[in-house]
């Protein structure tokens, strides 16, 4: 099993959310909203999101509202966020 990295400092993670367009910290987690035109794309992006998740090994938690997906991010191992996180949230915003 790989090691999970350690958890980021309050400042490690403001930094990275200033490059991260949309998503703020709530708590030991960094979360972002995304809307669509429609639920069949809002369900086409979590699926889009799933072949990056499997890859790194790392599950977000997403929350499907209509048109509406929420993402939640943090390493629970570590008991916050972390850099796998922030890669994780930079590779969604890719999408």
């Known amino acids: 099993m790989t ?9 490690e993670i403001q ?10 910290r709530q708590g030991d987690s ?14 086409a992006f979590i699926t889009q999101v799933m072949p990056i ?3 790194m090994d790392h599950h977000p938690d997403m929350d ?3 048109r509406t997906v929420h993402v939640t991010l943090s390493t629970h191992d570590a008991g916050g966020v972390t850099a796998l996180d922030i890669e994780q949230a930079g590779r969604i915003n890719a999408l």
């Open 53 to 55: 998740a499997e890859a």
């Open 15 to 24: 930094r990275a959310l200033g490059t991260l367009a949309g998503w703020s």
């Open 3 to 11: 090691p999970r990295p350690s958890r980021l400092s309050d400042i």
């Open 30 to 43: 960094i979360r972002r909203s995304f809307s669509f035109e429609s639920f069949p794309a809002a369900v």
């Open 64 to 66: 499907l509202r209509y």
